[in-house]
């Protein structure tokens, strides 16, 4: 692809909030700035214009509009009928892509396919709407076998391109910063420490924590040290449900919530443990398991969702019955009897999942169109 060809890469939001999908926006921003400088323009519907961070790419191919959708739909068409190529973050977007695939039929439409919000049936205009999708970028086998199954997609339209690490994540945690936690969170060196990063929500239950609470609960006896963090933002109904049955096992001493936490500081955090560990059903990818395992961290998984792709179908973690706490006991009793035989590959992990392979992937898949 000449770089003088224009591209559109349109998101909801990369700066304003921390999550997994702005994450894999910040970094498929980076890739396309670096790739095709001179011709990529990067719209953010729910950003302001101040909120980029030039580390990732410059202000000058950034457009944020602060949450005003008519400007925003307005200004992507205008722009995306000039251009070779579109790219959608969210489904959400589909009908601004739909529109300008409308008005410039030449013009291919490239949709990022991430995890719930595409393993669901859609309206009948929605579905119309997908079918004009050029390419899809599935972030994991799952994804994509679910999308094919549920829609009834052509298969050479579904790709995976697997998410990667953020190239700017710390290499080197300070150790007085592991001191301070220590004494934040009540810990000792000695202590076998758990530890999921993600939201709490009411509406998110699928993520394993009452499956790790079940299985501390039968681990205590035997390993007394062990302690539990949950590291993110909850929802007060939904830690209400956990605290209650935290108390019925008498683990309230064994298990923290740290509410939420800056990605700047999950590092230390990362350090701080011994164990990552995240039985969900309903993960898409899972950026959180590839960087658990940058910091040196044994992973255990669930097997049923798109989590199998960062663990590389089992070569750099345990993938476990998610919904089995007998089987996910034994599988967090084999790390601490021996940790160092679950330590993750890290020359694996950075030949699937780091930032070169990530840009390489993406430039093969924005080409060929």
Not at 100 to 107: A, G, L
Not at 118 to 128: I, P
Request: include cysteine.
């Amino acid at each position: 692809m000449s770089t003088r060809k224009q591209i559109l890469f349109l998101t909801l939001k990369i700066f304003s909030a921390e999550g997994g999908i702005e994450k894999v926006c910040k970094i498929a921003g980076k890739a396309l700035y670096e790739l095709f400088p001179e011709s990529v323009s990067i719209f953010s519907m729910y950003d302001k214009q101040g909120d980029v961070d030039p580390k990732y790419f410059p202000s000058s191919a950034f457009g944020g509009f602060a949450a005003q959708k008519l400007k925003t739909i307005y200004s992507s068409i205008k722009e995306g009928i000039k251009s070779k190529v579109v790219i959608i973050s969210h489904i959400n977007l589909l009908p601004v892509g739909y529109l300008i695939k409308k008005v410039s039929p030449q013009t291919k439409l490239v949709l990022f396919a991430h995890g719930i919000e595409v393993w669901q049936s859609l309206s009948v205009l929605k579905l119309k709407m997908l079918r004009k999708v050029d390419s899809i970028l599935a972030v994991s086998n799952y994804t994509k076998n679910t999308m094919l199954n549920l829609y009834k997609l052509d298969t050479a339209n579904v790709q995976v391109l697997n998410n990667c690490l953020d190239p700017f994540l710390p290499t080197l945690i300070n150790a007085e910063e592991k001191l301070v936690l220590y004494k934040k969170y009540n810990l000792s060196e000695s202590d076998f420490i758990l530890i999921t990063v993600t939201r709490i929500a009411a509406d998110e239950q699928y993520k394993g924590h009452e499956k790790i609470i079940e299985s501390m609960s039968s681990l205590i006896e035997e390993f007394p040290n062990i302690r539990y963090l949950i590291v993110g933002n909850y929802d007060q109904s939904e830690k209400k449900r956990l605290d209650r049955l935290i108390n019925n096992y008498n683990l309230k001493a064994n298990i923290t919530f740290t509410g939420f936490i800056p990605d700047d500081e999950l590092a230390a955090h990362y350090k701080l443990a011994d164990l990552y560990v995240m039985p969900s059903k309903g993960e898409g990818f899972g950026i959180v398991f590839i960087e658990a395992m940058f910091y040196g961290l044994p992973v255990i998984a669930g097997n049923t969702d798109g989590s199998v792709d960062p663990l590389c179908n089992g070569k750099l973690g345990q993938l476990i019955n998610p919904d089995d706490a007998i089987e996910l006991t034994a599988a967090i009793k084999r790390v601490i009897k021996n940790s160092v035989a679950f330590k993750p590959d890290v020359n694996l992990l950075m030949q699937n999942f780091s930032y070169p392979i990530y840009k390489k992937n993406l430039k093969e898949a924005v080409e060929i169109l």
